[in-house]
């Protein structure tokens, strides 16, 4: 099985890196994924949000065919999205993937790969309005969706929750069980501050209050 994330300039670290962790622990503990791949445009390193370096394992040129692609976000996706050689790729490794998955504003990669068209989806609750602005999504407020083989999550950190749920849907709850054990991934049920009250928070942070 060939799993690739994608990663570009300006990408959100923890958009692929939570999904990575989750990704490399199942190949280790429970039977996943033999060949986890990074992938980029170009084979030299790639800039990310907040400063971090990454070099990809295979360009686009190198990359084989892919069971599955992850798609992450970050201020880098504005860009992406009409970066045709990357949009190319994407949809081209999609006609043979199992799934695609996006995180945050990795979601407005694919509806530019023209893989999210009437399909449910969320992203970043900062771009849940732009999201619906594209007019053939039906946006959803929670931690993430799968609709038709195309996985969305929300923000950063729900790319963990997303790999872990795609993982049980693929290989069973134990073996995401096992991931999970593993990560000693068990978020803490406390809430900083009254952010769950704000504007912009998304349906599944308001009704946990």
């Known amino acids: 099985m060939n799993f690739g994330i994608l990663i570009?300039?300006?990408v959100e670290e923890l958009d692929f890196v939570g999904p990575w962790e989750m990704l490399t622990m199942w190949s280790k503990v429970a039977e996943g994924p033999g060949n986890c791949l990074?992938?980029?445009?170009?084979?030299?390193?790639?800039?990310?949000?907040k400063g971090l370096s990454v070099n990809p394992h295979v360009s686009f040129a190198d990359c084989?065919?892919?069971?599955?692609?992850l798609i992450p976000g970050g201020q880098g996706t504005r860009t992406e999205v009409g970066n045709q050689v990357l949009l190319d790729f994407v949809s081209?490794?999609?006609?043979?993937?199992?799934?695609?998955?996006s995180v945050c504003t990795g979601a407005f990669i694919l509806h530019a790969a023209g893989l999210l068209s009437g399909k449910r989806a969320t992203t970043h609750w900062g771009s849940l309005?732009?999201?619906?602005a594209l007019g053939d999504v039906?946006?959803?407020?929670?931690?993430?969706?799968?609709d038709a083989g195309v996985w969305s999550s929300a923000g950063v950190s729900a790319g963990?929750?997303?790999?872990?749920?795609?993982?049980?849907?693929?290989?069973?709850?134990?073996?995401?069980?096992?991931?999970?054990?593993?990560?000693?991934?068990y978020p803490s049920a406390v809430r900083y501050g009254t952010y769950?009250?704000?504007?912009?928070?998304?349906?599944?942070?308001?009704?946990?209050v």
Do not use: W
């Open 8 to 10: 570009f300039d300006e």
């Open 38 to 49: 990074v992938v980029a445009q170009s084979p030299g390193p790639v800039r990310c949000a």
């Open 64 to 69: 084989p065919p892919l069971d599955y692609l």
């Open 92 to 101: 081209t490794q999609a006609k043979t993937c199992k799934a695609v998955l």
């Open 129 to 132: 309005e732009r999201l619906r």
């Open 138 to 146: 039906e946006v959803v407020e929670a931690r993430y969706v799968e």
């Open 160 to 185: 963990i929750d997303l790999m872990l749920a795609f993982i049980a849907s693929v290989a069973g709850t134990d073996a995401a069980g096992k991931v999970q054990f593993a990560a000693e991934y």
């Open 196 to 208: 769950e009250s704000h504007a912009q928070a998304p349906a599944y942070l308001k009704s946990a």
